[in-house]
């Protein structure tokens, strides 16, 4: 049965606009880390909002939360919809919340219609897909999956030693349900695009196939603290040196995999962080994507064999990698992406298909049901930035096309 239920934009941007409160900067960014204070807060406003539209709450083990709206058949499985709302440290508006946002305003507007759809709808938040704080990113969903396991993730520390285990429990997150328990008949999350794109295409709605494979490695650099002045060229054991070496390197093996290949290393620190002390000691975290999980394993070892020449030469400077996380490229289902698409062109809205360059919850959901994704454009392709935004419009788009998906689905 088609039916024409229209999403209110207003309400959807009065609602993004009015989140970006919870972790504010200055900028006009926002900084909601995972299990901070903003992230709780924002948590507490997700509950009641969700609340006051008739779902009820259920949080798992990993702080994933989980809005449940009744539908005509309560024993089949519900249609989840969803993303997340922790943030990078200098993020945006948009990325992650307006999955979440525009799932609770497609849910919203059942409501003030009455429409009741045979399969529940399940409104989620998962926990730390960013990976700011504590590393791998989409852990959340990662951990409900399986993929990822929940003690070692309870005992990640964050960079002040602060565990993830305790910090979830300090917010009052740690829920009671078994993660990977709950489980879904189909899987939607809307997402801005977060490249360039949509936008220089002119398209509205990106149909999102899949996603590429994303490798992380976390680096140790040892050398030797020492004097700028008196130590000869010939006797330093720096370790800023090497890591720029191995920056290069990182950069080198991604234009070697141009143009899908990307990588970058994102947070460095120097230790003991004088201008006058030759640096003893240096750590990174860095990461390759491909599109392709092949080439994707030989930029890894690309990495592992430039790393061990530049010991070889640096020695007895030595850099370690001491930790690596990966993803494999996801696919997801026909099934799913051709409800994306039917639903951008019942509205006429502009589209193409394409492949996430970011990674998602949906990317570890997709290996526990029918998953798909629904992108719109961002300005000039920006985010992980506080300039990042979205126009009303194309929000409301996306929004459109998550509750004509989820009526689709529904049917099925
Ligand atoms: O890193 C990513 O791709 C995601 O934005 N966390
Ligand atoms: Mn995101
Ligand atoms: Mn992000
Ligand atoms: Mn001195």
């Not at 259920?58 to 709206?69: E, I, K, L, S």
């Not at 720096?238 to 093996?253: K, P, S, T, Y």
């Not at 750590?283 to 990495?303: K, N, S, V, W």
């Not at 509205?347 to 998602?360: C, D, F, L, T, V």
Request: proline fraction near 5%; hydrophobic fraction near 40%; charged fraction near 25%.
């Amino acid at each position: 049965m088609s039916t024409n239920l229209t999403i209110n934009p207003e309400r959807l941007w009065d609602t993004l606009m009015d989140t970006a409160r919870f972790g504010a900067t200055p900028k006009g960014g926002v900084k909601r880390l995972t299990l901070s204070d903003e992230d709780k807060l924002v948590r507490e406003w997700f509950t009641s909002a969700c609340e006051a539209a008739g779902l009820t709450v259920a949080v798992d083990q990993m702080g994933n939360m989980f809005a449940t709206r009744p539908g005509a058949n309560p024993d089949a499985l519900p249609i989840a919809v969803g993303s997340h709302l922790d943030t990078q440290p200098a993020g945006g508006k948009f990325d992650g919340i307006l999955g979440v946002l525009g799932g609770l305003e497609a849910i919203r507007t059942l409501n003030d219609a009455g429409y009741e759809t045979s399969r529940p709808i399940t409104l989620i938040n998962w926990t730390n897909e960013e990976g700011a704080r504590y590393a791998p990113a989409m852990s959340g969903s990662g951990v409900y999956s399986g993929e990822i396991g929940y003690d070692d993730m309870m005992a990640r520390p964050d960079r002040d030693g602060i565990r993830f285990g305790d910090e979830l429990k300090r917010i009052g997150y740690a829920g009671a349900e078994t993660v990977g328990a709950r489980r879904f008949a189909a899987f939607v999350e809307l997402h801005i695009e977060q490249g360039p794109i949509l936008e220089a295409e002119g398209k509205t709605i990106g149909v999102v196939e899949g996603g590429q494979g994303i490798y992380w490695f976390d680096g140790t650099v040892t050398g030797r603290d020492s004097h700028a002045g008196t130590t000869p060229m010939t006797h330093r054991r720096d370790a800023m040196m090497a890591l720029a070496e191995a920056a290069l390197a990182v950069e080198a093996i991604a234009l070697e995999n141009a143009p899908a290949a990307v990588g970058t290393m994102g947070e460095v620190a120097v230790l003991p962080g004088s201008r006058n002390t030759i640096p003893g000691l240096a750590t990174f975290l860095g990461e390759l994507r491909h599109p392709d999980g092949g080439t994707l394993t030989a930029m890894a070892e690309a990495l592992d064999a430039r790393i061990a020449e530049i010991n070889a030469r640096r020695s007895p400077v030595e850099i370690v990698l001491t930790r690596k996380w990966r993803k494999d490229p996801v696919a997801f289902d026909k099934r799913i992406v051709d409800a994306v698409r039917g639903a951008a062109e019942k509205h006429g809205y502009s589209n193409r298909p394409m492949i996430s360059g970011a990674g998602h919850d949906a990317y570890y959901v997709a290996d526990t049901c029918p998953t798909g994704m629904i992108f719109i454009p961002c300005w000039e392709g920006i985010s992980h930035n506080e300039e990042e935004s979205a126009t009303q419009s194309d929000c409301a788009a996306g929004t459109q096309v998550i509750l004509d998906t989820l009526l689709k689905l529904d049917q099925t």
